[in-house]
């Protein structure tokens, strides 16, 4: 036994295979025809072209055969999502014989096979081994009428690229999200909007492709070839959102690295200005000093000077002094021997 992604245990080496048909008697004969064969296993079937969807999805099969009558969503648009959401999944269509335009759907949906609805069972389960070896299977008495209708179609895809390119950036991104089969809160995490913002964005997708609903909008982007266009427009979103925040990160490094050097240069400044205020004080302290210096050494010149002459006129009056009793003396001695 083998896991397969979505929790459904198949058989090793055997293909699986979701059928699709609105009629439960030829889901049932169809069934059991395929399940008489040793290397195929029907894992789901739906007559409801949304639980075909589901259940593709649920079992990624190798195989899913679809009517092109399915309920609510009808084969084509069913094929479309299938590949879209389960790309390892081929498709086989069961539509009218001889139908072009179904066929023609059909091819441009995805599917890898297409076969008359009452071809016999056979034709299928050789269909089924032939569109897994990856064989793109066209009835030959249809192939010329679809290589017209193809190349008819050309105009269509064309002017479904003018629609596409009428739409908003934005409207281009919801576009390319139906196609994956976002829901509302699907796009609203992708986009960082609101839900309600997203359901405005679809309704106006909708309106101006000229489509009713989710499902239709999903077919033509993959009825046209448009997805791989959209899925460019969303990487080109996703690189536009990484650069921005890489330069809204740059920008924030480089404003945090310039008021950094720019606070550092300010402070540089204050301290040189404050050293430059301390050396003027010094500088005037200094002359103050100098100044006082200067009159000390003035003062000192006059002290010396009146002391000079101080010492010159104290001499002067010792001297005199001297004489005066000298003279004295004299004359004291000359009285004393008159005596």
């Known amino acids: 036994m083998n896991q397969l992604r979505g929790g459904i245990v198949a058989t090793d080496g055997m293909l699986s295979i979701v059928?699709?048909?609105r009629h439960p008697l030829f889901q049932e004969a169809v069934r059991s025809v395929l399940e008489g064969e040793p290397d195929l296993q029907v894992v789901a079937t739906a007559g409801d072209g949304n639980r075909v969807i589901a259940e593709a999805e649920r079992h990624r099969p190798h195989i899913a055969l679809l009517s092109a009558n399915l309920l609510n969503c009808d084969g084509f648009s069913a094929t479309a999502l299938i590949r879209s959401r389960v790309p390892t999944c081929r498709v086989i269509i069961l539509a009218g014989d001889r139908d072009n335009v179904a066929l023609a759907r059909a091819i441009e949906a995805g599917a890898g096979g297409y076969l008359p609805q009452d071809c016999p069972l056979t034709e299928v389960i050789a269909a089924i081994h032939a569109v897994h070896r990856g064989d793109v299977l066209i009835p030959p008495n249809m192939l010329g009428d679809l290589?017209?209708?193809?190349s008819g179609r050309h105009n269509g895809r064309e002017q479904a690229r003018r629609l596409v390119s009428s739409l908003t950036r934005r409207e281009r991104e919801i576009l390319g999200l139906l196609a994956q089969g976002a829901d509302n809160e699907a796009m609203a995490d992708e986009l960082f909007i609101s839900p309600q913002t997203?359901?405005?964005?679809?309704?106006?997708?909708l309106a101006k492709l000229g489509v009713h609903s989710r499902l239709e909008a999903a077919a033509f982007v993959n009825r046209h070839s448009l997805r791989e266009e959209l899925e460019l427009a969303s990487s080109k979103r996703v690189l536009d959102g990484k650069r921005n925040e890489f330069e809204r990160v740059l920008s924030q490094k480089?404003?945090?690295l310039v008021t950094s050097k720019q606070k550092q240069a300010d402070d540089t400044r204050k301290a040189i200005d404050s050293k430059r205020q301390q050396l003027s004080q010094l500088q005037a302290e200094?002359?103050?000093l100098e100044r006082t210096g200067a009159q000390l050494g003035a003062d000192v010149s006059s002290g010396q000077s009146q002391i000079a002459a101080a010492k010159t006129n104290f001499l002067a009056a010792y001297n005199a002094a001297i004489t005066v009793l000298s003279s004295n003396e004299d004359k004291l001695r000359t009285q004393l021997k008159g005596a």
């Open 147 to 150: 290589i017209e209708r193809l």
């Open 198 to 205: 997203a359901r405005t964005h679809v309704q106006n997708v």
């Open 286 to 288: 200094v002359t103050a």
């Open 19 to 21: 059928l699709g048909d």
């Open 254 to 256: 480089v404003d945090a």
